[in-house]
């Protein structure tokens, strides 16, 4: 079984449909914790530690096999706790980041929470080790108030506006889970990545 850590309820139904479409056969359970996220962006990320590792647990007591964190925010503590639970712990956008790299060295990571713009630029420059890397992050500054306010229309319609504007780059990495559909919006003529079905297929193949 797969427990996803989510810091959104509104990333179940899109979880539930990928594993419907690529791992059927897979059972997924989903632990919710909202107050994760506005408490790093709030208090920074080692406020949230212990209770990452408590939600992480949690996940553990509930027979998961593994545990994939949908937040990027939270992802590199998340993954950090494998160690400390006895079972993989997988972040969402690490199978991004590597696929990232493939197109090239000039990366924009593009997201609409300032909190979420750091964690994802040290993961691909982890994932990018000794090779060049011209990295930038953009924050879609605008986006995020129509997410909150319930307008995924106009949030992703900004998001494809932000990353439109782009120049210079050989592949644009959407930092949040819930921008993925974003990407079909844009007309930019660089590939533009996002993480739910490479991050999920990755942890299906975890669990076997």
């Known amino acids: 079984m797969l427990v996803l850590l989510h810091t959104s309820p509104a990333h179940v139904p899109v979880f539930d449909a990928l594993r419907d479409e690529d791992a059927p056969d897979l059972e997924l359970r989903h632990l919710v914790r909202e107050q994760l996220l506005s408490r790093a962006g709030e208090l920074g990320l080692e406020a949230v530690t212990g209770d990452v590792h408590a939600a992480l647990a949690e996940a553990v007591a509930q027979g ?15 993954e950090a706790a494998a ?4 079972v993989p712990v997988l972040r969402v956008d690490r199978p991004m980041a590597a696929a990232a790299l493939v197109h090239g060295h000039r990366i924009a990571v593009v997201a609409t929470l300032a909190s979420t713009l750091e964690p994802t630029a040290e993961l691909i420059r982890e994932e990018a080790g000794d090779r060049p890397l011209a990295l930038r992050t953009v924050l879609a500054e605008d986006a995020w108030q129509h997410f909150a306010s319930g307008d995924p229309d106009a949030y992703f319609a900004e998001i494809a506006r932000v990353v439109d504007a782009l120049t210079e780059v050989d592949a644009v990495v959407l930092a949040q889970a819930s921008m993925a559909p974003a990407a079909a919006r844009t007309t930019i003529e660089v590939p533009v990545l996002s993480s739910p079905r490479p991050g999920l297929r990755a942890a299906a193949a975890v669990v076997g």
């Open 64 to 78: 998961a096999d593994a545990v994939l964190c949908t937040c990027s925010t939270i992802g590199g503590i998340a």
């Open 83 to 86: 160690a400390l639970l006895g």
